[in-house]
């Protein structure tokens, strides 16, 4: 009943315990296959989990430990080629995937290794679901975030300017207002520029805003360009609502981004501070002629 890689002493144990003792094993051996060697594992080739994954990668990925094997799929495959067919698997699933919180992170995981020429079929089912629609959802902004972080500007163009255009509708957004805080930081030049002369456009519609607003603001004063933090700082050193502490579980961002534009205002107080008035001749005559008496 028992193969000599058994241990010699479950020989002596009662035929049904041996039976109950094999299924039992066979069955966390099975378990191991499909889960938790996957977490437990270091090297992901000793997993070949290359293999299986093509033609259920949609199902795969909606799954929590199928999306990281078909994510370990995309990154160890052996040629752009075979990446391609993986990733087109989602084709015409795209905003489905978006939605799982399982299945986004292939597809940022396609956005950061197929090349950028095949890309556009993410973009294009993103677009015809809503560019802005994406970067409020809660996983969709990360989507979005890959895209600006990995794709040439121009193949995203489109998709900045329509976010551009509903500037404060992303930005106050809570999960949107991450999208902005990466346009507002990386990238071409000119396009982050542009993020930065919308803030300063629209600073108090910001600053008045309980998480999205003040978040973007604060990312802006902490992260980005000296010339640039300087020019914002000194637009909300004037607005009142830094002052405005009355919602407790706002406190926190209001703060935040007080602290940061104190900090700037410090560095730059002798170029922003009033010129110093001139002693009045009159005082300090009267000083000298006291003092001479």
Known sequence: MLSDEHPAWMRYLPANIQLE??????????????????????????????????????????????????????????????????????KGHVCEAISSPHAN?????????????????????????GFIWASKHKYGCRVIQRLIEFCPAEQVHTMVNSLFKSFLEVARHAYGTHVFQLLARSGPEKRRQQAWSLMEEHVEALVSHPRGGCGLLAAAMEHGEEEDKIRLAAVLRHSPHLDDGAAAWRAPLVARLREAVDEVNFRVAPTLSEPEQEPEIGAGARFGAAAAL
Do not use: W, Y
């Open 105 to 129: 992170f292939v597809v940022q995981k396609c956005i950061e290794v197929l090349p950028a020429t095949v890309v556009p079929f993410i973009i294009d089912e993103v677009e015809r679901a």
């Open 21 to 90: 003792r094999l299924r039992l094993q066979s069955t966390q051996q099975a378990n191991a296959a499909c889960s938790g060697t996957f977490h437990k594992a270091t090297d992901l080739n000793e997993l070949h989990i290359g293999n299986g994954v093509a033609g259920k990668v949609l199902r795969l990925s909606m799954a929590a430990i199928g999306c990281r094997q078909v994510q370990a799929a995309l990154e160890e495959a052996a040629s752009d080629e075979e990446r391609v067919a993986l990733a087109l698997e989602l």
